[in-house]
C-alpha cells in the first residue's frame, strides 16, 4: 500500500492568512494526487485533483502543486469557511489511501 | 446534479452483517466506478473498495475477505456487504464516484453511521 502522511496535523491561522499542507508519499504517485475538505458532520469534497487542478466551483484561492511524492496544498488567504480538516488521497493504484488530515482551526 | 442517497441499519450486531446501499439520482451509474469510504468516529477515511458498473470489483485487500459489493443498473444503485462485523468496523460509511482513469471522488453520499453494538 502507499502511505500518505501529511504535515502538520493540526494548524492555528487567522482570516487572511496564507496556508501551505504538505503531503508525502512514501513511493511515488505521479500526479494522481488529490485534496478535499471536511467540515465536521460532512462528507468530504473534492477540492483539487491531478495534483494541481481545481475542481469546479471551488475558489481559486486554493491550489495544489507537486509530483511524484512530495506535494502541497495552498490556501492563499484564509477566509472563514476555510476552517476545516483536509485530507490528501492518491489515486496512482489500489488501495487507495488518503493522510491522516490536517485540521486548519482559528 | 449527481446525488449519492446511503440507506441501511444504523446499528448492527457483532459476528452479522452490514448491509448498505447507495442510490444515484442526476445521472446513470453507467461508466463510473462506484466507492465504499469508511470513517470511524474522530479518526481519518478509509478506501474499502469500487464496483464498476459492469459488475467488476476491487477491493482494500485489509477488508477483501469481508467485503462484497453489487451494483444493479436497472435502480440505479449498488451495494455494500460487509460481513463478520465488530466494534471496529463502526464508521460514517459513504459511496461516492469516481472516474476512469483519474479516480478522484467527485461526488460523495451524505454519509450513515452504523455502530456495532449488541
Known amino acids: 500500500d502507499i502511505q500518505m502522511t501529511q504535515s502538520p496535523s493540526s494548524l492555528s491561522a487567522s482570516v487572511g492568512d496564507r496556508v501551505t499542507i504538505t503531503c508525502r508519499a512514501n513511493?511515488?504517485?505521479?500526479?494522481?494526487l488529490n485534496w478535499y475538505q471536511q467540515n465536521p458532520g460532512k462528507a468530504p469534497k473534492l477540492l483539487i485533483y491531478?495534483?494541481?487542478i481545481l475542481q469546479r466551483g471551488v475558489p481559486s484561492r486554493f491550489s495544489g502543486s507537486g509530483s511524484g511524492t512530495d506535494f502541497t496544498l495552498s490556501i492563499s488567504s484564509l477566509q472563514p469557511e476555510d476552517f476545516a480538516t483536509y485530507y490528501c488521497?492518491?489515486?496512482?493504484?489500489?488501495?487507495?489511501?488518503f493522510g491522516q488530515g490536517t485540521k486548519v482551526e482559528i | 446534479q449527481v446525488q449519492l442517497q446511503e440507506s441501511g441499519p444504523g446499528l448492527v450486531k457483532p459476528s452479522e452483517t452490514l448491509s448498505l446501499t447507495c442510490a444515484v439520482s442526476?445521472?446513470?451509474?453507467?461508466?463510473?466506478?462506484w466507492n465504499w469510504i469508511r470513517q470511524p468516529p474522530g479518526k481519518g477515511l478509509e478506501w474499502i473498495g469500487y464496483?464498476?458498473?459492469?459488475?467488476?470489483?476491487n477491493y482494500n485487500p485489509s477488508l477483501k475477505s469481508r467485503v462484497t459489493m453489487s451494483v444493479d443498473t436497472s435502480k440505479n444503485q449498488f451495494s455494500l456487504k460487509l460481513t463478520s462485523v465488530t466494534a471496529a468496523d463502526t464508521a460514517v460509511y459513504y459511496c461516492?464516484?469516481?472516474?476512469?482513469?483519474?479516480?478522484?471522488?467527485?461526488?460523495w453520499g451524505q454519509g450513515i453511521l452504523v455502530t456495532v453494538s449488541s
Open positions: 461516492a464516484r469516481s472516474l476512469k482513469g483519474s479516480y478522484y471522488f467527485d461526488y
Open positions: 442526476g445521472g446513470f451509474i453507467s461508466n463510473f466506478y
Open positions: 464496483i464498476y458498473y459492469t459488475g467488476r470489483t
Open positions: 513511493q511515488t504517485t505521479s500526479t494522481y
Open positions: 491531478a495534483a494541481s
Open positions: 488521497q492518491q489515486s496512482h493504484s489500489t488501495p487507495y489511501t
